[in-house]
């Protein structure tokens, strides 16, 4: 997935948040398999475990399972399509993740090699929001965060103003 790039601003932007919500001396349960960003947070000194790759929309035996005090979800809920059920299913009352927000200049990222790589769902803030609330969390800090890239045109210009990452901090209501 990084090959070509590496998400330098937005792992700086997501473990600043982290830091600023999450003591090291919680355990964290990270949806999603072992990458970069994990190895960045036992970096920082957080204890985290990944879930294995299996397919959360159907399986969430390892988040209820968990005795994790806080779960992560970076750039993973777009992947599903049912959210709602990972969200509902999280014993930890405490909540960090990330998605990418809904473009109205681009369309829904589809990676055409990797069928996992694909997003179903692009949420703009307040759906994810009302998803959240809907699952029995309550939204405690937020922020958004452009991802400006260096190619020429107008979709380039335009995502150095149109914000392309919403991180959020809940606590289960």
């Known amino acids: 997935m990084y090959e070509k790039t590496f998400p330098n601003k937005r792992f700086?932007?997501?473990i600043e948040f982290l830091e600023k919500h999450i003591s090291t001396s919680e355990s964290i349960l990270d949806l999603g398999v072992v990458n970069p960003f994990s190895k960045i947070m036992k970096d920082h000194h957080f204890s985290v475990e990944n879930t294995k790759g299996e397919d959360l929309d159907i399986d969430t035996s390892t988040i209820t399972k968990s005795e994790a005090e806080v779960v992560t979800a970076f750039e993973i809920f777009e992947h599903l399509?049912?959210?709602?059920?990972?969200?509902?299913s999280i014993k930890s009352n405490k909540l960090v993740a990330s998605v990418p927000l809904k473009l109205w200049?681009?369309?829904a990222y589809r990676s055409k090699t990797d069928m996992l790589d694909r997003?179903?769902?692009?949420?703009e803030d307040w759906q994810f929001d009302w998803l959240l609330e809907k699952a029995g969390w309550k939204i405690i800090d937020?922020?958004?965060w452009t991802?400006?890239?260096?190619?020429?045109?107008?979709?380039?210009?335009?995502?150095?103003?149109?914000?392309r990452?919403?991180?959020?901090?809940a606590e289960r209501v």
Do not use: A, D, M
């Open 165 to 169: 990452y919403y991180i959020i901090y």
């Open 147 to 163: 991802n400006p890239t260096k190619k020429i045109g107008i979709r380039p210009i335009l995502r150095w103003f149109t914000p």
């Open 105 to 107: 200049f681009s369309s």
């Open 12 to 14: 700086k932007h997501t």
């Open 119 to 123: 997003h179903y769902h692009e949420f």
């Open 81 to 88: 399509l049912s959210p709602f059920t990972v969200l509902k």
């Open 142 to 144: 937020r922020q958004k």
